[in-house]
Each structure stands twice: as C-alpha cells, then as structure tokens.
C-alpha cells in the first residue's frame, strides 16, 4: 500500500514540475515581449517626437512640411535597437497626422519566441504607438521685454501704415528682406528665420536714418514701449533683467502703451549701462551657416545653450489690421515671438532696436493652459500626447 502511495506521489510532482516548467517557459516569452514593447515604444516616442519638429518650420497642412515629418519621424524612430537590430523605416514605421499640428508614430516587429512555439505559437507581432504635437505657446508667458510689435506686412504703397487689403504675415514675411533694400529673396515662411525686425522704435518713421527693414511705426506717438508701470525704473528693469517682475502675458490680454518714445531708458538698458542686455553677452554674434546666435558664452551645440543667452528675448506681437489710437492707449496680443537682440543702433540722440527672428522652438515650457495649436503662433514647444 505505501509502495502504491509513494507511486501516486511521484506521477503527481512530475506533472506538477512539468506545468511548473511550462508556466516558467510562458513567464520568459512574455518578459521578452514586454521588453521589446518597450523598445518599440521608446522608438515611437522619439520618433514622433522628431516629426512634430518638422511643424516649427511650416504649417501642418503642407505637403512639403508633411513629408519633411515623415522623414524625421522615421530617421529617429529607427535609430536605436529593437531586440538587437533598428527598425526597417520602411516595412517596421508608419506614420500618420491625425490632427492639427500632431503627428502619429506606430513601430511593429515580429519576433520569435522561445518556448511558446511548444504551444504552436512561434512568432508574436508586437507594436506601439506615440502622438507628439507642437504646442503652441500663447498662454501665460513669463519674462516678457516690454516692448511689443506688430505682424509685418506687404507695405506696397509705401507709407508705413497698414492699408486694407495689403498682406499680413503671421509672423514672418514671405521670404527674407535684404536689409537696405526693397528686395526680398523669395522663399516659404521657413526662411524667415534671422529676418531682422524693429523691436523698439527710435527715430520715427519719414525721419532721416530710419532702418529701412520692416516692422516700423505706422501710428503716430506710438514707438513700441509697453508700460508695465513703475515708469523708466520697471522699463529699464524688465529688459536687463531674468523676470525682475512676474508679469504673465497670454494671447487676448491687453497691454498699456507709453506714449513717449523712451529713447533714453532703451538705450542705457540695451547698450550703454554696466549690465547692459548687449554687455551680458557681448560676444554674441549671428552664425550665417547655421541661422542662429553664438558666443563663446552661449555656443550653438546639441543643448542648445544659445537659446540660454540674455539677448534672445520673448515679446508679443499686434495685428496691424487692428490699428491703435494715438496717445495713451492698449495694445492687445495675437501672439508672441522670439527675437535675438542685435543693436540698438542710435540715430543722432534716438535709438532703435534691431533683433532677428528665432525659431519657433526658442521656448519651452508656458506656465500655464494652453488652448492647443494654432495657425501662425510663432513660439511652439514639443510635447508627446500619447
């Protein structure tokens, strides 16, 4: 009788070490497919995120600026390893838009597995997806300079102002001036990338010496001064300054105007005082290769320290199309765009900024809500969705 017992005992523990077995041959197939859902995952993600980038240099809905995402969304997503050996961009990545301004990533691979082919399952498909977008950021901007400008536009008469039925650019011209001249090198809005702009006006427009590039004065007493009280001390503060004053701006809000050209406290706060914006980062100078700002301080490299120095700087915009009022009034914002701050060249006693468009990249993070993309904002940040 014991002799049948310990018989019984042994068939059991055999079928119980097999199903054991079998449960830990299962446990290794599936660990091995999380781990390549991973992999599969972090490849989606960057490359959705590389895609998005395309949107910084030209609207979502553009074939060019389409195919351009394409591109990159399968340059990065197969860049590293999944299970030992990149993606096949064309077989293994798809992409797709599903909606304004966002960009769709899926990565596949199938992989053989271990001891799940016992069960007749040799081989899993196994994929991921990501969605990144290039939010806009309109919302809530800290460390605004006070100046504030408006869209260019197509001055095709001549005089300035903005007339009916001349064309606004959200942002940047078609194409880019050639400074001193009434040419422009034709081109998509991509190009308009280190367009050199008035961000603060000192000899007003018809007088002698004025810089003939776009964004002048097209109001009479209106030079481009924002008023965040406190007068030329809170003026002078707010452009040397990293955020003196917590002033959060969004799109829609207004902003008070000074009604006098504040030509003395531009120029010492740009140039002429110890800690000057220009004196902050001296050395810095425009990189015609590469299209941005450099110094010694701030280099162009991968962590885009440039962005980092004190003369590239946020400010908001107007729509000439919704023209101010003489004197003493409110200016309100479309949207806002970064500028590197070249000079602030003086004109017999007046001064006047000049600074060059930045990407739309220039920005990060908003503090705040943001509504989502919108056509023609020009500050964007990447963010993934999904």
Request: charged share 20%; with cysteine.
């Amino acid at each position: 009788m014991r002799q049948n017992n310990r018989g019984q005992v042994l068939v059991i523990f055999a079928l119980a070490l097999f199903a054991l077995m079998g449960l830990a041959a299962l446990g290794i197939d599936v660990g091995f497919m999380y781990s390549v859902r991973h992999e599969l995952q972090r490849s989606a993600d960057a490359g959705a995120l590389a895609g998005a980038s395309a949107f910084f240099d030209g609207d979502w809905a553009s074939d060019p600026i389409r195919a351009e995402a394409t591109a990159r969304a399968k340059t990065y997503s197969s860049k590293d390893a999944v299970a030992t050996k990149p993606l096949d961009p064309a077989a293994e990545v798809s992409v797709s838009f599903p909606s304004q301004d966002r960009v769709q990533v899926t990565t596949r691979r199938t992989v053989n597995l271990f001891f799940a082919r016992v069960f007749g399952k040799p081989t899993q498909n196994i994929s991921a997806v990501a969605t990144a977008e290039a939010k806009s950021v309109d919302q809530k901007l800290p460390c605004i300079k006070p100046w504030g400008i408006p869209y260019p536009w197509d001055d095709k008469n001549g005089d300035t102002l903005y007339t009916p039925r001349e064309t606004v650019y959200n942002i940047c011209p078609q194409g880019t001036w050639v400074p001193g001249t009434d040419d422009r090198v034709p081109g998509d809005n991509s190009k308009c990338v280190g367009t050199q702009l008035v961000l603060k006006i000192g000899t007003p427009a018809g007088k002698k010496n004025q810089p003939d590039i776009p964004s002048l004065q097209q109001e009479s007493g209106h030079f481009f001064a924002l008023d965040f009280g406190s007068g030329a001390k809170t003026y002078k503060e707010m452009i040397k300054g990293d955020c003196p004053h917590e002033v959060l701006l969004s799109a829609g809000d207004e902003i008070a105007l000074e009604p006098g050209d504040m030509v003395g406290p531009t120029v010492q706060a740009v140039t002429t005082d110890f800690d000057s914006l220009i004196n902050q980062d001296k050395g810095s100078h425009w990189n015609t290769d590469k299209n941005l700002p450099e110094s010694d301080q701030y280099p162009i490299d991968n962590t885009s320290s440039w962005m980092k120095s004190p003369r590239v700087v946020r400010i908001p915009m107007y729509d000439p199309r919704d023209p101010l009022q003489t004197g003493k009034t409110d200016m309100t914002v479309a949207t806002f765009a970064g500028f590197w701050v070249e000079d602030c060249q003086k004109h017999g006693d007046q001064g006047t900024v000049i600074g060059r468009f930045l990407p739309a990249n220039t920005f990060g993070q908003t503090r705040g809500p943001s509504p989502g993309p919108s056509p023609g904002t020009a500050l964007k940040t990447l963010r993934l969705v999904e």
